[in-house]
């Protein structure tokens, strides 16, 4: 939606912004306040958007959100077209250019404002690549199922017990449980990840995007992002497992 609605801006601005017979009107590009400061501006919020969306995790600038900014910049772009659509002189009426270009910039900026709030836009427009093996944590864990080392017991059962030549039945002492295995996983929404002492929001996962579970933690696990800093996300249900 982004997108389309700023190719139809980039367009508008070729169009006469003015309906008259007697004179040329013009379109946005005659000006360059209004053909790069307003119509532009649309289409530069539009692709720091979008490249926000694409990059795997949201990136900043001076501070400041790349998503943010361009949200800001289309919502800007909206406003002034307005007041240019109202300002239009009496004599004359809004042409093509003016009214297709306020359309736009009112579908782009109502885009903009509503990803964030609506899961169904939170999608990621590149998902990430499935990794083929967990690495370098992808060996499996010694004495685990299957090893040739380990003692296979019933399922369900109880210890077996040995009873030596003469001697009193002898229990064997339970199997240590496996040790926790790391893999990739993928939240179904945006959920919060927390600092190990649980004190604070460090980040926020997304959809689309595999993450390394390096323990357990309770309920929860610790989970490693691709920058390296790790954090708990505490709710770990309905996640996909790599």
Do not use: H
Not at 44 to 58: D, E, F, M, T, Y
Not at 77 to 101: E, H, N, Y
């Amino acid at each position: 939606m982004v997108i389309g609605a700023a190719v139809l801006l980039f367009i508008a601005s070729f169009l006469d912004l003015y309906d008259t017979s007697f004179v040329s009107s013009g379109n946005a590009w005659d000006g360059l306040g209004l053909g790069l400061g307003t119509y532009m501006g649309g289409v530069v919020g539009a692709a720091l958007i979008v490249v926000n969306r694409c990059l795997p995790q949201p990136r900043k600038v001076a501070g400041l959100d790349l998503g943010t900014v361009g949200a800001a910049f289309t919502v800007l772009v909206a406003w002034t077209l307005f007041w240019q659509l109202v300002d239009t002189p009496g004599s004359i009426s809004a042409g093509a250019g003016l009214i297709l270009g306020f359309v736009a910039a009112l579908v782009l900026a109502g885009a903009a404002i509503a990803t964030p709030l609506v899961p169904a836009l939170q999608a990621a427009l590149v998902p990430a690549p499935k990794p083929a093996a967990p690495q370098p944590y992808g060996a499996q864990p010694q004495g685990g199922y299957g090893y040739p080392g380990a003692q296979q017991q019933p399922f369900g059962g109880q210890p077996q017990q040995t009873q030596p030549f003469g001697g009193q039945p002898q229990q064997q002492a339970p199997q240590p449980a496996a040790p926790f295995s790391p893999f990739w996983f993928a939240v179904p929404a945006p959920r919060p990840l927390f600092a190990e002492d649980g004190s604070s929001q460090i980040a926020e996962l997304a959809p689309g995007v595999w993450y390394l579970a390096v323990e357990q933690r309770g309920q929860g696990l610790l989970a490693e992002m691709q920058d390296g800093r790790r954090g708990v996300l505490q709710d770990a249900s309905n996640i996909q497992r790599g």
